[in-house]
């Protein structure tokens, strides 16, 4: 957990830098970090649960279209559990974040600034984004890597309300063929297509999430299966 005091410098720091798209930087003022409820609902345990948030990360990524749960950290509404747990895990004062006005509340930013201190910036410069499907358009807003540097490319967060669906997933990582629901199989087919370059999506809801890396190819109705089907 990042103390009151690093927040406050990690802010600062930011709100000095100006942003590549034109936007300043959104970050909230220390009045919003004395909020209570900003001050809760961090990792209990930060070495334990950020280790099991990691993993539970990894295997998803490995594993595409499989369901972990995490439900380590309880961030204010309407951020979820799991992707609370994603934000903890993976963001830090180095690591610009995205927030969907629909997730972006007061609650949500002192919370954020005071567990993680990363500065919350525009699209184009975000490396994680967190909200709705349809928060997340354009898709093309977000970096997706260069040739030089294909890392270079947001991660986004969506929260969907289910995970459990007939979309086919298959590529590396999948025993022929994984279910799942996806937003927008076409979506998904296209950022495939930018392999090695593209976005790398992790679908959670509640404290349950599922990964889908631009690795992964969502098969559409005309296309066939491998033989042997996951179960």
Same mark, same amino acid.
């Given at each position: 957990?990042?103390?009151?005091?690093?927040?406050?410098?990690?802010?600062?720091?930011?709100?000095?830098?100006?942003?590549?798209?034109?936007?300043?930087?959104?970050?909230?003022?220390?009045?919003?970090?004395?909020?209570?409820?900003?001050?809760?609902?961090?990792?209990?345990?930060?070495?334990?649960?950020?280790?099991?948030?990691?993993?539970?990360? +990894?295997?998803?990524? @490995? $594993?595409?279209?499989?369901?972990?749960?995490?439900? #380590? =950290?309880?961030?204010?509404? !309407?951020? /979820?559990?799991?992707?609370?747990?994603?934000?903890?895990?993976?963001?830090?004062?180095?690591?610009?974040?995205?927030?969907?006005?629909?997730?972006?509340?007061?609650?949500?930013?002192?919370?954020?600034?005071?567990?993680?201190?990363?500065?919350?910036?525009?699209?184009?410069?975000?490396?994680?984004?967190?909200?709705?499907?349809?928060?997340?358009?354009?898709?093309?807003?977000?970096?997706?890597?260069?040739?030089?540097?294909?890392?270079?490319?947001?991660?986004?967060?969506?929260?969907?309300?289910? +995970?459990?669906?007939? @979309? $086919?997933?298959?590529?590396?990582?999948?025993?022929? #063929? =994984?279910?799942?629901?996806? !937003?927008? /199989?076409?979506?998904?087919?296209?950022?495939?297509?930018?392999?090695?370059?593209?976005?790398?999506?992790?679908?959670?809801?509640?404290?349950?999430?599922?990964?889908?890396?631009?690795?992964?190819?969502?098969?559409?109705?005309?296309?066939?299966?491998?033989?042997?089907?996951?179960?």
């Amino acid at each position: 957990m990042t103390d009151l005091g690093q927040s406050g410098r990690a802010l600062q720091a930011q709100s000095r830098k100006p942003s590549s798209d034109g936007l300043e930087p959104v970050v909230p003022t220390f009045g919003l970090l004395q909020s209570t409820r900003a001050l809760e609902g961090g990792l209990a345990n930060a070495p334990i649960d950020a280790a099991h948030a990691f993993r539970a990360m +990894l295997d998803a990524m @490995a $594993r595409p279209g499989t369901i972990q749960q995490v439900g #380590v =950290a309880a961030p204010p509404t !309407p951020l /979820g559990a799991a992707a609370g747990a994603l934000l903890l895990t993976l963001c830090d004062p180095d690591t610009p974040l995205w927030l969907a006005p629909s997730v972006a509340t007061d609650d949500v930013r002192a919370w954020i600034a005071f567990h993680s201190g990363a500065p919350i910036l525009g699209r184009g410069e975000a490396r994680f984004a967190f909200g709705a499907w349809e928060d997340m358009q354009p898709l093309s807003s977000f970096a997706i890597g260069t040739a030089d540097y294909p890392d270079r490319s947001a991660t986004l967060i969506v929260e969907v309300e289910a +995970l459990e669906g007939d @979309a $086919r997933l298959t590529g590396p990582g999948v025993e022929a #063929v =994984a279910r799942l629901a996806v !937003p927008d /199989g076409e979506a998904f087919r296209q950022n495939a297509a930018l392999f090695p370059l593209g976005l790398d999506f992790f679908l959670t809801c509640g404290d349950r999430l599922a990964a889908i890396p631009r690795t992964t190819r969502v098969l559409g109705a005309s296309d066939s299966a491998p033989a042997r089907e996951a179960r």
